[in-house]
C-alpha cells in the first residue's frame, strides 16, 4: 500500500510589491495566497505539480491539516482531510518521492487567499460588495506570481479537475513556456449552456436570500438559505443518482429540521439533499460562491489569450502535452467537452492522449476512484 500524507500546514504568501490587475478592470493593490506542499522540490525547482482545485475545495490537498488561522468559515472534518489525498503520495498518482505538488486556495476564496471576507486595508472591515470581480485568468496569474515569488521557472505539469481544468487551460495557452504537461480531469474548454443555467439558478438563489444584503453580511447572519440551495442545485450535476441514492439515508428525517417550510419530506433522498446543502453553508462563504460561479460564467480561453482562433491559441502549446480525462457518466462537464476540447488541440496541431473513465459515480468518481486515474497519470507524468 502507498504512504499517505501525514499533518500538514499552510502556508501563507503576501504580495504587496505591485498591484495585481484584473480582467473586469482595477486591480488588487495586495494579496495574501494560501497553499501547500507535498514532496521536496529539486534543487533546479524542475519537478512541481501545480495542482489546481474545484469549485468549493481548497488548497489543503493531501494528508491531515486540524487548523487553518483565520478563516470566518469552519474548518471542518471534511476540510481537514486533504480533498486528493488517495491521489498524492509516495507511489500514487502524484508521487511525492519524485514531484513536489503545490496546491493554491484560489484568489477570492475563503480559506485563506484574499477574498470578499478578508480585511480591506483601506477601511479595517471586510471586502464584502467591494471585493471585485474575479476571472479564471485572475486566478491564474494570481499563482503565476507565487511560482516567481518560489524560483519555479517551469511546471513539469498543471493538472486541474472540473473548474480547475479551466484553470490548467488557461495557464497552458498564456503561459506556454512554464509548463510541459496539461492534465484536465472531467473538465472542457468552454462553459456549456447547461452549466451557465445551473450557475446562474445558484447565483439567484443567493442573491434572493433576504440577508445576502448585497454582499454586506458579514457581522449579521449569513445567507445560509441561499447558499445552502445553490448547493443543492450544484450538487445533483457532481454525484450519480445511484450513488445520491445509495448515500441517502434510510429514514427521513423529522419534519422539523426543514424549518418553516410547509412541505413534509417524504423521500430520503430529500433529507440527504437537504443536509448537503446546510452543512456546506458552515464550510463555505456565500461571496466567495458568486465570485467563483461569475469567474465560471465569464471564462474565454479564446479572448484570455488574445486569440481569434483555436489554431492560433493551441499552436502555441505544442511542445506541451496533453492527458484529457473523461468520466461516461458526468452530467457536469459531459464527455461532450472533451471532445470539443481534443477537437480544438487538433486545431492546434496537438493530439493529447485521451481516457475514458468508466464509473458509476458521475463528476465526483475523480475525487472517489484514484484507482481509475492513477496509471495514466503515472504514465503521463513520467512515474
Known amino acids: 500500500m502507498p504512504e499517505t500524507i501525514g499533518q500538514t500546514e499552510t502556508q501563507f504568501a503576501s504580495f504587496d510589491d505591485a498591484p495585481l490587475a484584473l480582467r473586469g478592470g482595477g486591480s488588487l493593490p495586495q494579496f495574501t495566497l494560501a497553499y501547500e506542499t507535498y514532496g521536496e522540490m529539486t534543487p533546479a525547482r524542475d519537478n512541481v505539480v501545480l495542482l489546481f482545485h474545484a469549485l468549493s475545495a481548497s488548497q489543503h490537498a493531501a494528508g491531515h491539516n486540524p487548523a487553518v488561522p483565520g478563516l470566518v468559515v469552519e ?5 481537514q482531510s486533504g480533498w486528493w489525498d488517495g491521489f498524492i503520495g509516495p507511489g500514487k498518482a502524484l508521487d511525492t518521492d519524485r514531484f513536489c505538488v503545490l496546491c493554491v486556495n484560489y484568489l477570492g476564496g475563503c480559506y485563506g487567499s484574499t477574498g470578499p471576507a478578508s480585511t480591506d486595508p483601506a477601511t479595517g472591515a471586510p471586502f464584502g460588495s467591494r471585493f471585485p470581480k474575479i476571472a479564471i485568468a485572475d486566478i491564474v496569474d494570481s499563482q503565476v506570481r507565487l511560482l516567481d515569488r518560489l524560483g519555479i521557472d517551469k511546471l513539469h505539469a498543471a493538472v486541474g479537475s472540473s473548474l480547475g481544468g479551466l ?3 488557461s495557464l497552458a495557452t498564456r503561459y506556454p513556456d512554464r509548463v510541459g504537461i496539461v492534465v484536465p480531469l472531467a473538465s472542457g474548454v468552454t462553459t456549456s449552456v447547461l452549466q451557465r443555467i445551473h450557475n446562474l439558478e445558484q447565483i439567484a438563489a443567493i442573491e434572493a436570500d433576504g440577508h445576502f444584503k448585497g454582499g454586506d453580511y458579514y457581522g449579521g447572519p449569513a445567507p445560509e438559505h441561499g447558499l445552502a440551495l445553490a448547493r ?3 450538487h445533483k450535476s457532481f454525484i450519480s443518482l445511484s450513488t445520491l441514492e445509495g448515500r ?8 422539523a429540521e426543514k424549518g418553516d417550510s410547509w412541505y413534509q419530506l417524504r423521500e430520503p433522498i430529500e433529507s440527504y439533499m437537504l443536509h448537503q446543502g446546510r452543512k456546506f453553508v458552515r464550510r463555505f462563504d456565500a461571496n466567495t460562491y458568486l465570485r467563483i460561479m461569475d469567474a465560471w460564467q465569464g471564462f474565454d480561453l479564446l479572448a484570455d489569450a488574445g486569440c481569434a482562433t483555436y489554431a492560433e491559441l493551441f ?3 505544442r511542445d506541451q502535452r496533453y492527458l484529457i480525462f473523461t468520466i461516461d457518466s458526468d452530467v457536469c462537464f459531459y464527455p461532450e467537452q472533451q471532445e470539443e476540447l481534443a477537437v480544438a488541440l487538433a486545431e492546434g496541431g496537438i493530439n493529447p492522449m485521451r481516457i475514458t473513465v468508466h464509473s458509476e459515480k458521475g463528476h465526483d468518481s475523480f475525487l472517489l476512484e484514484p484507482e481509475l486515474f492513477t496509471p495514466h497519470l503515472h504514465f503521463t507524468l513520467g512515474s
Open 315 to 317: 499552436s502555441r502549446c
Open 248 to 255: 441517502a439515508k434510510r429514514i427521513v428525517r423529522d419534519a
Open 167 to 169: 484553470s490548467a487551460l
Open 75 to 79: 474548518w471542518d472534518s471534511d476540510c
Open 232 to 234: 443543492m442545485i450544484g
